[in-house]
């Protein structure tokens, strides 16, 4: 039920290809745990980046194999260049799972994920986000952004709408939900 926490993994393994350091001779590695999963990729972060610039999402996108990340970009794979790390913490909030960690690890990229917990509120969360971000997007519009399944969503929306944080505004085939003032 909610989001696939799979559309993280495949987001971490992408990053992993397009951001490589293919001289190095290390091996990209995957390790599964009971408790956790831990991706880690070769390759020191480029000269002037901070992981905080990274996960707050400040830093630009400066993939280390550029025309990898064409190809990708090009089939679809990419849709933003920047963005994996947010929508990964997204995907996995939204879930209900604990924050996703992001370090550098020796010469490492690392990031862990960690299991499922319960969690509406890490998905409505995002939704609320996703809002205040993308201000007046329908129902379908939101259902194929997040990947969140339609029952699911129409109940967030339901009661997101009942705690009077968002609105539907407009005609029901042209309008969209906006985050209320103050409500956000």
Not at 131 to 136: F, H, I, K, S
Request: proline share 6%.
């Amino acid at each position: 039920m909610g989001i696939s926490p799979l559309e993280a993994v495949r987001e971490i393994v992408l990053n992993m290809i397009v951001h490589r350091d293919y001289r190095a001779s290390a091996d990209s590695t995957i390790k599964i745990h009971n408790d956790r999963i831990e991706f880690f990729n070769p390759g020191p972060l480029p000269d002037g980046i901070t992981m905080p610039e990274i996960v707050a999402g400040r830093a630009a996108s400066n993939p280390r194999n550029k025309q990898v990340a064409a190809i990708f970009k090009e089939a679809g794979a990419i849709e933003k260049y920047g963005s994996g790390i947010k929508r990964v913490r997204q995907t996995m909030l939204a879930v209900g799972a604990k924050e996703p960690l992001f370090e550098v690890v020796g010469n490492f990229f690392k990031v862990t994920l960690f299991p499922l917990g319960g969690g509406v509120n890490g998905g409505v969360n995002i939704l609320l986000t996703f809002l205040a971000d993308n201000p007046g997007k329908k129902t379908g519009e939101i259902h194929r952004a997040l990947d969140i399944p339609q029952r699911t969503l129409e109940c967030w929306l339901k009661l997101l709408k009942t705690q009077g944080r968002i609105e539907f505004r407009g005609a029901p085939r042209t309008g969209g939900y906006f985050i209320c003032r103050g409500g956000g």
